[in-house]
């Protein structure tokens, strides 16, 4: 008997006894704008695919509309590993990596496809390079954004003199200040969450953003002037904490991968439908829209702004100098498509 009991007791450690729960994991995912915009939908959708990839094992909770605090805030968070993932634009970032103002150089892209096409391409990849270098923040790949225009309560911008003396939020960025600022506007950083009160106030006169982020926050009903100028294009980018990254297994690590380039397929796909839908809005709620000329602006900000960064920056000749280069063959790949 005693020596059943020992081979009882043998078979046992052999199995291993119960097998152990699978690892799980929860993600905060901070995010500025509120739950109707792009921004939301593409977090939900990477919450829904990594949920349902990984049996829900990996689980997403969105904190939009700033919760956390503004861009810089959930930057500094995701750096300390407080918050996993955030949506952040570049311009926010050029604060840790100077170099990312090339980026922002006013009327650098033709078209929102162009400067999409660029910050998916090489240029983009040296960025994303750069910034887990120096950061230790990995960029899993850019949103399709597209360009800021100016609002504002005023009037109608339709030439350069229209926008001279307006007090505008422009994001905290130098070269952005720079730019607007030589175009003879009061250049005001500020967060984007204080925005809608300061203009209700009257402590600003407009800002600038995309025609989406402008309806998603409601601001029609503070500003009444949208004007499609097109100064900069933002690119807008996922971030994920490098540790937290590099400490998932590499299945899961494959899935935030696929999970996050799918949804920012899906949020360009679904930005387009709601730029139309916005400026629709727009219009049902009394807002003017106007699309000037663009060619009268351009003087008052180039070369002089262009010039002004390049002596700004490490090598800043040279790599604008490569960035024109760049966005000039992927301007001309796209028109032989």
């Not at 009882?8 to 995912?29: Q, Y």
């Not at 750069?130 to 899993?140: A, D, F, I, K």
């Not at 604008?320 to 992927?330: D, F, K, N, W």
Request: proline fraction near 7%.
């Amino acid at each position: 008997m005693r020596r059943f009991g020992s081979l009882a007791a043998l078979l046992a450690l052999s199995c291993g006894g119960p097998a152990p729960d699978p690892p799980t994991w929860t993600v905060r995912f901070s995010h500025v704008l509120s739950t109707s915009s792009e921004f939301h939908l593409m977090a939900e959708r990477f919450r829904d695919l990594m949920d349902e990839r990984t049996g829900g094992r990996f689980r997403v909770v969105i904190y939009p509309s700033g919760q956390l605090g503004g861009e810089r805030v959930a930057f500094e968070q995701i750096q300390a590993g407080a918050v996993q993932v955030a949506i952040t634009g570049t311009p926010v970032l050029s604060g840790w990596v100077p170099e990312t103002q090339v980026f922002d150089l006013p009327f650098l892209f033709e078209t929102r496809d162009h400067g999409l096409r660029v910050m998916q391409g090489p240029a983009g990849d040296w960025w994303r390079d750069l910034l887990l270098e120096r950061t230790g923040v990995r960029s899993l790949g850019f949103l399709d954004y597209g360009f800021r225009h100016v609002y504002n309560r005023r009037g109608p911008v339709e030439a350069p003199p229209d926008l001279a003396g307006l007090k505008l939020r422009v994001l905290q960025n130098a070269t952005y200040l720079a730019a607007y600022s030589a175009l003879g506007v009061q250049a005001t950083p500020m967060n984007y969450g204080e925005v809608y009160s300061a203009l209700q106030q009257g402590v600003i006169d407009g800002g600038e953003a995309n025609a989406i982020g402008f309806v998603s926050s409601r601001l029609y009903e503070v500003a009444k002037f949208y004007s499609f100028t097109s100064i900069t294009y933002n690119p807008i980018t996922l971030l994920v904490n490098e540790p937290f990254y590099r400490s998932l297994p590499p299945d899961i690590r494959d899935l935030v991968d696929r999970s996050a380039a799918d949804a920012l397929t899906y949020q360009s796909e679904v930005a387009r439908r709601m730029e139309a839908d916005a400026v629709a809005e727009m219009r049902a709620n009394g807002v003017e829209i106007s699309r000037p000329d663009l060619a009268p602006f351009a003087p008052s900000v180039r070369p002089r702004i262009w010039d002004e960064l390049a002596a700004r920056l490490p090598d800043g000749e040279g790599l604008i100098a490569r960035l024109v280069e760049e966005a000039a063959r992927t301007a001309a790949d796209g028109v032989s498509q």
